[in-house]
């Protein structure tokens, strides 16, 4: 049985049985109460036993996670309370991701593996936005047209904007007004810097999943100190498409003694804040099944409540840092938190919760049988490798060791629905030209001739008739006719 020790006091040790890694599990506190130090332990402990772990850093100072710790007197003291006999400071395999290529491998995908609903959330649509969206995807498909980044989505808006009377019958009403709220929102997107995560070379899921010659578990660690201030929403959005893509691409493996692969996504309320009832299901729904394809996913958020209870009741390991109650409103959130844990006769849960120390939570597990075990109040164990961020220079070291240094730099623009459409266009405008030299050359030979051709004759018998109010009434007439009017 593999196992994951998390922390311990007073001779108890609480260690997370590793088959129910994929369980899920949530990890919250107020600021600065020590969730990032659990996430690393976790990320840690789930490496050494080989397996790989995708997180998120947030705050940037996760990226110590590869090289080994220092020696400290509280670290040395913190070990000696929780009773850890073989501690030793040593680092980790890991590698680098940033979506805005900067301080990681760049992470691309397409706007058609993207998807419809996410990209709706994304660009924050209505209903009606949103139908005209799934139009789009609809079209391109039926027409033959990729759309890997966002020149194809807009080339496609605008060629649908030209065709709308055409596309009616079959696609339904395409509304002008639909079409410029989505493109004024593509370029909110672009000012955000999500173009550079629209594109190719697409990133392989597979390369989330890999251990090192050791047999221990790669760490891939997104860099979102970034993202979460400059597009908030961008990040919600990459996780969950992540999510769902793992979902629907892993194949089923069961119940087995450890997980493929484990996920931390921080800051979880970014997730659900403001998503749609429809998304908020999909989540769900996902989150309940994908622990069958050997994936376990674990959020980090200031309250459990972040947390749609639906989603909230699917997580088994719970580990809660402290929470401050100032206000009435705070003192109903502590009493709500208390009631997800499974009491222990010698814990005060809800008091408890608001006298946690910094580096001290209350920790329920999962049993071997599936079943929650009581609640627990411990130290967190410290975490074998460095507290804080390696340094720039030691970054781009390992940036160039590493396995996928070269693989998705060079971005790839293959032919899409952006060039597709521009051939088109370019192909219907040289048909316009040709036409409209024909008819010059003919009007041409027609004068030289000075033979008068029907409709030159009919414009100089009406221009005869002028004088006459007969004469005027027929020249309405007739230029009403040609112009669609009526007289």
């Known amino acids: 049985m593999q196992e994951i020790l998390i922390g311990g006091q007073n001779g108890t040790q609480?260690?997370?049985?590793?088959?129910?890694?994929?369980?899920?599990?949530?990890?919250?506190?107020?600021?600065?109460?020590g969730k990032t130090i659990t996430l690393q332990i976790l990320a840690e402990g789930f490496s050494k036993i080989g397996v790989p772990v995708f997180l998120s850093d947030?705050?940037?100072d996760l990226s110590g996670i590869t090289v080994p710790g220092q020696p400290h007197e509280k670290i040395s003291e913190r070990v000696q309370q929780i009773g850890i006999a073989n501690f030793q400071h040593r680092g980790n395999p890991a590698v680098f991701w940033d979506i805005f290529a900067k301080t990681g491998h760049p992470v691309r995908t397409t706007i058609s593996d993207m998807g419809p609903l996410l990209l709706s959330n994304l660009l924050e649509l209505n209903d009606t936005q949103t139908g005209v969206l799934y139009s789009c995807f609809k079209i391109a498909d039926d027409n033959g047209l990729l759309l890997l980044d966002l020149k194809d989505l807009r080339s496609m808006l605008r060629w649908m904007g030209d065709k709308s009377k055409e596309l009616q019958t079959e696609y339904g009403n395409i509304a002008d007004a639909s079409l410029g709220a989505i493109q004024r929102q593509l370029l909110v997107l672009e000012?955000?810097?999500?173009?550079?995560?629209?594109?190719?070379?697409?990133?392989?899921?597979?390369?989330?999943?890999?251990?090192?010659?050791?047999?221990?578990?790669?760490?891939?660690?997104?860099?979102?100190?970034?993202?979460?201030?400059?597009?908030p929403r961008l990040y919600a959005t990459f996780l969950l498409w992540l999510l769902s893509e793992l979902f629907e691409t892993l194949p089923e493996v069961?119940?087995?003694?450890?997980?493929?692969?484990?996920?931390?996504?921080?800051?979880?309320?970014?997730?659900?804040?403001?998503?749609?009832?429809?998304?908020?299901?999909?989540?769900?729904?996902?989150?309940?099944?994908?622990?069958?394809?050997?994936?376990?996913?674990?959020?980090?958020?200031?309250?459990?409540l972040d947390i749609p209870e639906d989603i909230l009741g699917q997580l088994g390991l719970k580990i809660q840092h402290a929470l401050r109650a100032?206000?009435?409103?705070?003192?109903?959130?502590?009493?709500?938190?208390?009631?997800?844990?499974?009491?222990?006769?010698?814990?005060?849960?809800e008091t408890a919760i608001q006298e946690l120390k910094t580096g001290e939570a209350l920790v329920s597990v999962l049993n071997k049988d599936g079943s929650p075990a009581p609640v627990e109040r411990i130290f967190i164990r410290p975490p074998e490798s460095q507290l804080g961020p390696i340094t720039p220079q030691q970054r781009e070291e390992m940036m160039r060791r590493s396995p996928f240094s070269g693989r998705y730099e060079q971005e790839i623009d293959r032919e899409s629905a952006y060039e597709l459409l521009k051939k088109k266009a370019e192909q219907q405008a040289a048909v316009v030209e040709e036409l409209q030299i024909k008819q010059s050359v003919k009007t041409t030979s027609s004068r030289s001739s000075g033979r008068q051709s029907v409709g030159e004759a009919l414009l100089k018998s009406a221009a005869r008739s002028i004088g006459s109010t007969v004469g005027r009434q027929i020249i309405r007439g007739i230029m009403g006719s040609l112009l669609g009017g009526r007289r």
């Not at 609480?14 to 600065?32: P, Y």
């Open 191 to 231: 000012e955000q810097g999500a173009e550079m995560f629209f594109g190719e070379p697409a990133i392989q899921l597979e390369d989330f999943c890999k251990t090192d010659f050791s047999g221990n578990g790669v760490i891939s660690i997104l860099d979102a100190t970034e993202l979460t201030t400059k597009s």
């Open 58 to 60: 947030i705050k940037g």
């Open 326 to 349: 100032y206000t009435p409103k705070d003192q109903q959130v502590v009493k709500s938190v208390a009631a997800t844990f499974r009491s222990n006769p010698r814990i005060d849960t």
């Open 254 to 304: 069961g119940d087995s003694d450890r997980p493929r692969l484990v996920l931390f996504f921080d800051e979880a309320h970014l997730l659900f804040d403001q998503a749609p009832k429809v998304l908020v299901d999909k989540i769900e729904q996902i989150v309940r099944l994908i622990r069958s394809k050997g994936v376990g996913v674990y959020f980090i958020s200031q309250s459990p």
């Open 14 to 33: 609480v260690i997370m049985d590793a088959a129910m890694g994929n369980r899920h599990g949530m990890i919250s506190g107020a600021t600065g109460t």
